[in-house]
């Protein structure tokens, strides 16, 4: 079982800047793919970006530029860099593990954060 924190929301004037973090509570983060999610109100969740365990990249291209997803092993945590963001990034958003799946779709990771909200006023 994997427990997943996320904090660093808050509220940010368009073009401004913002980072997530996650921390996960397992001794063997390093094998774990790590993805953030978001959903907006009255959307589904959908897939922001991921990295693997060879810390291969996956991004949505809404956010693509603007967004950068990294990780720190030693501290069992993963970001999510946020600049330039616009009205339409306000969601809370969702960090997300699995041991094995490196991909985009929701239903395919098995542990989910409590998630955390951000909203960008224009």
């Known amino acids: 079982q994997v427990q997943l924190v996320e904090s660093g929301g808050g509220l940010v004037q368009a073009g401004g800047s913002l980072r997530l973090s996650c921390l996960a509570s397992?001794?063997?983060?390093?094998?774990?793919?790590m993805g953030w999610f978001r959903q907006a109100p009255g959307k589904e969740r959908e897939f922001v970006a991921a990295i693997g365990w060879s810390h291969r990249l996956y991004y949505a291209d809404s956010v693509k530029g603007r967004f950068t997803i990294s990780r720190d092993n030693a501290k069992n945590t993963v970001y999510l860099q946020m600049n330039s963001l616009k009205p339409e990034d306000t969601a809370v958003y969702f960090c997300a593990a699995d041991p094995s799946y490196s991909g985009t779709m929701v239903k395919e990771y098995d542990y989910w954060g409590q998630g955390t909200q951000v909203t960008v006023s224009s």
């Open positions: 397992t001794r063997t983060f390093s094998g774990y793919v």
